[in-house]
C-alpha cells in the first residue's frame, strides 16, 4: 500500500469533487433543457409540430421500436455517418499533407476550397437522396474545412524545430514524421470531434 501525503490526499479528493461536480452541472443542465423544452412546447410558446416535445419524442420511439423500423433507421444513420467519417478523416490528413509538402499546390488549390466548402446543399438536388448521396454531402460539409484547418495547423508549427531538424540532417519527410504530424495531434483531434457531428448533421 502507497503512503499518500496529506497534500497529495487533498489534491485526490478536490479533483474527486471537482469530477462529480461536473457530471452534476452536466446532468442538471440536460434536464433543466429537457424540461424547458417540454414546457415551452405544451404551453405553445414554441411550435411543438415543428420541435416537437421529449415526450412526443419518447412515445414515438417506443411506437418505432414495437415494429422494429427505428432500428433500420438508426442503422442505416450510423453507417451513412461513419463510413463518411472515415472518409473525411483520412482523405483530409493525407490531402492536408500533400499540400504541406507542395506549396505550388496549395497555393493554387487554396481559394477552390473556401468555395467547394459551400457546395453541400447543392449535391442533395444534384444527386438525389441515396445512401450514396447522403454519404458524399456529409464529407463534402467537412472534408475542405478539415483540410484547410489541418494545413494551417501544419504551417503553424514550430519553425526554429523545423530549422533544427534540418540543420542535424533531417529532410521533409523527417520533418513530417517527428515534427508536423505529433506536433498536430491536438489539431487533427479537435476537427476530428467536429466532424462526427457535421457527418451526423
Known amino acids: 500500500k502507497m503512503n499518500i501525503s496529506p497534500l497529495q490526499r487533498r489534491f485526490v479528493i478536490k479533483q474527486r469533487i471537482y469530477s462529480i461536480s461536473v457530471t452534476l452541472s452536466r446532468l442538471i443542465l440536460f434536464l433543466g433543457f429537457i424540461g424547458i423544452w417540454e414546457f415551452t412546447a405544451d404551453k405553445g410558446i414554441i411550435n411543438a409540430f415543428i420541435f416537437s416535445s421529449p415526450v412526443r419524442l419518447y412515445q414515438t420511439f417506443m411506437d418505432l421500436a414495437r415494429d422494429g423500423v427505428i432500428f433500420m433507421h438508426i442503422w442505416v444513420t450510423l453507417y451513412e455517418t461513419l463510413v463518411a467519417f472515415a472518409i473525411i478523416t483520412i482523405v483530409g490528413i493525407i490531402f492536408a499533407i500533400l499540400l504541406w509538402c507542395f506549396k505550388g499546390l496549395s497555393d493554387c488549390l487554396e481559394p477552390f476550397m473556401v468555395v467547394l466548402n459551400s457546395l453541400p446543399p447543392m449535391l442533395i438536388v444534384w444527386l438525389g437522396t441515396n445512401t450514396k448521396a447522403i454519404i458524399i454531402t456529409a464529407v463534402s460539409v467537412a472534408i475542405f474545412g478539415m ?46 470531434k467536429v466532424n462526427i457531428g457535421l457527418c451526423l448533421v
Do not use: A, Q
Request: glycine residues 10%; charged residues 20%.
Open 147 to 192: 483540410i484547410i484547418n489541418l494545413y494551417t495547423g501544419f504551417l503553424g508549427i514550430d519553425k526554429e524545430k523545423i530549422t533544427l531538424i534540418r540543420t542535424l540532417g533531417g529532410n521533409k519527410w523527417h520533418i513530417l514524421c517527428k515534427l508536423i504530424i505529433p506536433g498536430s495531434k491536438k489539431i487533427i483531434i479537435s476537427n476530428m
